[in-house]
């Protein structure tokens, strides 16, 4: 079932009357939040529902929830006023919105216990290919890259899949597995071979150039699969080929292994990695444990009633994020990261980036679209491994732009004023009439900045870029970004110039990126690459202008 897409978060516009640069405290304010502490948070749950799902040393399971009312989707026409709502006036779900304990279905047991299977693990690249494919790689196409998803060309066995129901989902039979190894299932299962091509000059019946395109196109996403399986399935993974692989996008189905070994999550040798997953997720349950030892009275009430807020915003009217074991999940996994980092407090925005990781490893586990997906359904030891990983990876991205999530922000402010200053050298005619209508980079290019883009595009969108971003090394979160925020700007030049200051804000704050795909995503960090290429070795040249 295709996934789809989620619905367009509306924002603040800005009235004609607003004069940007008579306003000197406009930077305090939150660009997407126009006064959240005024809100009040829905009554605290934390009693009952805090904990992890229940498991040798944890206690019971969160009750299912009434959902947060979803938000309207704001005006496809850019040009209306109705898009200048904000979602923040959204009320929190009144207490009452909460069942009783009495209501709470028992989940399987099981928690954090590893579960190990004998066996050896079979080398994955005993597949055939077809004859007129050079086992040598007469088609190696790493540089190759293929609009669309790298979904596995062929259906599963029956014996990994559950029965599906379309309301729920279905959980992979093997998920237990999963939980201990990432790596079990394309390590142990056969893989799928290549469609054969026909071959006109045998006789074969001809195709026409779409179905001839689509052949090639599948047999470079073959080949690129068993190429990822062959740098995983190393006793030693080579991190610069993998970074090479995964540039071009990373097979749906291998991500939750490919991204914690990009973001330093997982050692790069084999026999390290199933004690390093049992080690921090055990330590992550510790810091749960730790955080929420005195229940509601030894929390920090302030970030608390913060995350309170932020949480049932998440990707409002997307099912996933509405579920009530969901947001337990991200409460815990907000909390935990906030205290660990004092110096940072409570920063609006952070709740996005956990939402790419939860479902990047909730794949791993299910056959459905993870934004359908039932939480509820998982057995207690599948969530919390999907929560732990997902704090961890979290935790190993911000540890590289913690710049942007401290006091005043100064990585950001660093980052946009750099934007301003490469958009004035690349488009120049842009620069001066964003100038002239007293358009200031900070009121659009701070919330790019602080999300990285989570409200611009979808999660899918968002998740397809993160394969080229954690390719790119540590530091593509503040660098490379800058140069794809400064592609897309300069993508809008010719629309942007015919607009008046109201005009400008409102396009930036409401773009029409819902029907995006890989292909455009593609075609940005292209564009990205080449303005990274040609200005990251030349910073003396960024203020000349």
Known sequence: MAAKPPPARPHIG???????????????????????????????????SWRLPPSPSFRRQSPPITAPKPVPRASSNSSSSNVSFSYTHLSAPSPGSYPSNADTAQPAKGGWTMVRKSG????????KLPRDVDPNGDIDVDSDMVVGDFEIEMEQAASTRTTFNPDQGSIKSDAMELVDDPFHRFLR?????????FNHRMGHSPRSSDAEKLLRESSI?????????????KDDVNISELR???????????????????LGYLPLPSNLRASTLARKRGEYSSLVELAFARDRQGLDQQIWHQIEIDVPRTRPGVRLWMQASTQRSLERILY?????????????????????????????????????????LLPSAVLNAVEADSFWCLSRLLDGIQDNYISAQPGIQRSVKRMAELVARIDAPLYVHLESQNVEFMQFAFRWMNCLWMREISVKNTIRMWDTYLAEGADAFSQFHLYVCSAF?????????????QGIIMFLQSLPTQDWGDHEIEMLLSEAFVLNSIWHNAQSHFNAK
């Open 120 to 127: 050896t693990s079979q080398d994955a690249l005993g597949a």
């Open 336 to 376: 935990v990261w906030e205290i660990q980092r004092p110096a940072n407090g409570h920063v609006q925005g952070i709740d996005d980036l956990v939402t790419p990781f939860f479902q990047v490893f909730l794949s791993a586990y299910i056959d459905s679209d993870p934004e359908e997906f039932d939480t509820s």
């Open 221 to 233: 996403r073959t080949n690129r699969r068993i190429k990822f399986i062959d740098c995983l399935s």
């Open 14 to 48: 800005l009235h004609s009357s607003f004069n940007a640069r008579s306003n000197a405290d406009w930077r305090e304010d939150d660009v997407w939040d126009s006064g959240s502490d005024s809100e009040s948070p829905r009554q605290s749950t934390i009693s009952n």
């Open 244 to 262: 090479k692989l995964a540039w071009a996008g990373t097979p749906n189905d291998l991500r939750a292994a490919v991204w914690p070994i990009l």
């Open 189 to 197: 299962s056969p893989q799928p071979l290549p469609e054969p091509r």
């Open 489 to 501: 700007l300069v993508k809008w030049s010719e629309k942007l110039r015919q607009m008046d200051f």
